[in-house]
């Protein structure tokens, strides 16, 4: 503790400089609480809406299956809320706030136990005696293996010195949801469940009950909410190792999102981002957003100057002028030849297309090749292909009448041509946006389960679970292994550790149960 000065032996410049200080301290202090007390206020009202639309009568425009899954979206929303305005509460707001003790069924003593002890360090008094055991503190968490429920039995002995009344414990292990029930497995299990198999949490809550315990889905909601504010800043870290690489992929897909209150769904987009599958990072990073509008993806990428593989959509086009290369879609140039051919067997079409044919046989056979030598086969083999196409290509073009579909596939590789053949400048761009298309396709298969985002919050929350899931695969790991192993290792780790976590760098551990 900092000593008080004495305030008659200080001069007057000193005790002018003092009371700038101070002073100084005071106006930090005042702008921290201000922020703070927007965010809270930000929050409240947020949580008061939502429990409005929760509550209040519901739309017959809604089904039985809607409403139940906007039920559990508005759930998961409530408690990431919660779990964000504590964080942003200081210990005597903290200490104001109404206590709420939740009322929790007894888990089933049926279920198999797993006896998991904690014992202190030491159980050497300071005095210098042996501390005599006591008593013991028993908590239950649930866990679920696939199938089947198990409860872990944690048990914390109290160790006490009969000369100076020492007591000592082990403490609590940090935990992802405070005083909660689940296990990281638990959690984990249904993360992957919702997020990866697309199952709603009514659906889960049925399969639980097959299990032989039923968890109401608004518990299960709330963890799924509590969670993905908890992993939020693992994808801010994974974004921004992300963007460190210099050749990216781009693509958005629309996703319904129903603001809640409201009759309608409208169109909200998620985009993806993600390396090349040339580079040594495997990573994809969703981003939820209300719109399509180009400033979304600005925002991703904020000062970010390398080299983007995207289709031709207009909102990325603003970046370009501010040092970000475009590298234009092959794919999507052979796809309108493709679609003519389709339709009337256009022997043009078919010319076009045993060019860029020639042009990915080249792209197959140094897939596997570092960036420099493929570098070399594309200049010396794929450059001469891609300049006779382009030859062809404007031949043609003055041939076929405009407004044809000839004219318009022709159209749409010559006018993008720069960006379409920038590629064989660099061995470390790939030739089309497939890859990012890939990665983006389980949003696709999703759509079809859960419907829609019931909110811009859960959008976001699903872009973030999304996130790590995906990431996770790409490198080779089981979702559910690699957050079962980060959900219990989340709560303990330094916030300059955060990086180990990652999927790319992650190496699992095994918990010590006895």
């Known amino acids: 503790m900092t ?31 201000v922020r703070s007390n927007v965010i809270i206020e930000k929050l409240t009202h947020e949580v008061a809406i939502l429990k409005r639309h929760k509550y209040a009568r519901r739309s017959e425009q809604l089904d039985a299956v809607q409403g139940k899954l906007l039920d559990e979206l508005i759930d998961s929303d409530l408690a990431a809320i919660e779990v964000e305005l504590d964080q942003a509460m200081t210990e005597e707001q903290k200490a104001a706030r109404p206590k709420q003790q939740p009322k929790r069924t007894p888990l089933p003593p049926e279920l198999p136990r797993t006896l998991i002890h904690h014992e202190p360090e030491n159980t050497q008094c300071r005095c210098g005696c042996q501390l005599k055991r006591i008593g013991e503190d028993v908590s239950e968490k649930l866990d679920y293996v696939p199938g089947e429920f198990t409860v872990e039995r944690h048990i914390r002995c109290k160790w006490a010195c009969n000369e100076c009344e020492t007591l000592i414990q082990a403490p609590v292990p940090p935990q992802v949801i405070d005083k909660g029930i689940p296990t990281s497995g638990l959690l984990a299990q249904v993360l992957v469940a919702k997020y990866a198999d697309h199952l709603p949490l009514y659906r889960q809550e049925r399969i639980f009950g097959r299990a032989g315990l039923e968890i109401p889905r608004s518990t299960l909601a709330e963890w799924v909410g509590a969670c993905g504010v908890q992993l939020q800043p693992l994808v801010d870290a994974l974004r921004s190792t992300l963007l460190e690489h210099g050749v990216l992929h781009a693509d958005e897909t629309p996703v319904s999102m129903l603001a809640p209150g409201k009759k309608k769904t409208h169109k909200a987009y998620v985009w993806a981002y993600c390396t090349t599958p040339f580079s040594d990072l495997k990573a994809t990073v969703y981003d939820f957003a209300p719109s399509r509008a180009g400033e979304h993806a600005r925002t991703f990428l904020g000062d970010w100057q390398g080299k983007l593989v995207c289709d031709d959509y207009a909102g990325y086009k603003a970046g370009f002028g501010n040092g970000i290369t475009e590298i234009g879609c092959m794919a999507h140039a052979r796809r309108k030849f493709y679609d003519l051919h389709e339709a009337n067997k256009s022997e043009l079409a078919a010319k076009a297309l045993e060019y860029i044919g020639g042009l990915y046989e080249i792209e197959r056979d140094t897939k596997d090749l570092p960036p420099d030598k493929r ?97 996770a695969k790409l490198n080779g790991h089981d979702p559910y292994a690699y957050l079962k192993d980060v959900l219990t290792r989340l709560p303990a780790q330094k916030n300059n550790a955060i990086d180990e976590l990652l999927p790319h760098n992650w190496k699992p551990t095994i918990p010590d149960k006895v």
């Open 375 to 471: 570098q070399e086969i594309r200049e010396t083999k794929a450059r001469p292909i891609a300049d006779a196409l382009h030859q062809w290509m404007l031949a043609h073009r003055q041939k076929v009448p405009d407004g044809s579909g000839t004219a318009k596939a022709l159209d749409y590789s010559l006018k993008r041509w720069k960006a379409l053949t920038r590629y064989l400048d660099d061995g470390a761009v790939p030739i089309d946006n497939n890859w990012v298309e890939n990665q983006i396709r389980p949003w696709a298969l999703g759509r079809s389960n859960w419907l829609f985002a019931g909110s811009l919050r859960s959008g976001q929350r699903a872009a973030a679970v999304m996130t790590l899931i995906q990431s």
């Open 3 to 33: 000593q008080r000065p004495d305030l008659d032996q200080l001069s007057a410049d000193q005790l002018r400089a003092l009371a700038t200080e101070l002073f100084d301290r005071v106006e930090t202090k005042d702008r921290a609480l």
